[in-house]
T-cell receptor
Framework: AQSVTQPDIHITVSEGASLELRCNYSYGATPYLFWYVQSPGQGLQLLLKYFSGDTLVQGIKGFEAEFKRSQSSFNLRKPSVHWSDAAEYFCAVGEGGGADGLTFGKGTHLIIQP | EAQVTQNPRYLITVTGKKLTVTCSQNMNHEYMSWYRQDPGLGLRQIYYSMNVEVTDKGDVPEGYKVSRKEKRNFPLILESPSPNQTSLYFC?????????????FGQGTRLTVV
């Protein structure tokens, strides 16, 4: 069975500092990997996705993520965070990006300090 | 504008009183799904549908029903709600299931059962 682990429940970062959110997955084949963001009172927005090819993927809002097969990881990074990045972040894995088969991690709550 | 619309956004109800949360998408998507989000548990899939009249259970289907009579609509039915169904619910849709596709999420329905 597929699973996703986000080891950090909360992360606090100062505005302007760099950010890395960790995600480890368990999957039997080559995974499809995703990062979603949920701003307060909003639905989920796709930040980026990895299907194949270049292991460093660029997303929206200045985010990027790197797929490392040997470590079963797909960590999310941003070089300089803004106060508007405060949100809940979810890593997900599936056989594709469809609505039927995504397995989500428990989420990481990002707090931005001024 | 392409969107997934859930109604209501907020609902407080009493134990045992049947309720329906509606979900509608305007993208002609075949796949639709319901998730519940609980603190510390992330998003868990309740039911999904691959097309009209085709539905299947997700990870946490107990206490819920769904129907897919039209392509655009995928209502979630709680026949006899209980307090443990207090949660934030998300509907999602996608054009495909597996492979290179993207799930679009509604803004969520916050349900409280007292």
């Amino acid at each position: 069975a597929q699973s996703v682990t986000q080891p950090d429940i909360h992360i606090t970062v100062s505005e302007g500092a760099s950010l890395e959110l960790r995600c480890n997955y368990s999957y039997g084949a080559t995974p499809y990997l995703f990062w979603y963001v949920q701003s307060p009172g909003q639905g989920l927005q796709l930040l980026l996705k990895y299907f194949s090819g270049d292991t460093l993927v660029q997303g929206i809002k200045g985010f990027e993520a790197e797929f490392k097969r040997s470590q079963s990881s797909f960590n999310l990074r941003k070089p300089s965070v803004h106060w508007s990045d405060a949100a809940e972040y979810f890593c997900a894995v599936g056989e594709g990006g469809g609505a039927d088969g995504l397995t989500f991690g428990k989420g990481t709550h990002l707090i931005i300090q001024p | 504008e392409a969107q997934v619309t859930q109604n209501p956004r907020y609902l407080i109800t009493v134990t045992g009183k049947k309720l329906t949360v509606t979900c509608s998408q305007n993208m002609n998507h075949e796949y639709m799904s319901w998730y519940r989000q609980d603190p510390g548990l992330g998003l868990r899939q309740i039911y999904y549908s691959m097309n009209v009249e085709v539905t299947d259970k997700g990870d946490v289907p107990e206490g819920y029903k769904v129907s897919r009579k039209e392509k655009r609509n995928f209502p979630l039915i709680l026949e006899s709600p209980s307090p443990n169904q207090t949660s934030l619910y998300f509907c999602a849709s996608s054009s495909r299931g597996r492979g290179d596709t993207e799930a679009f999420f509604g803004q969520g329905t916050r349900l409280t059962v007292v």
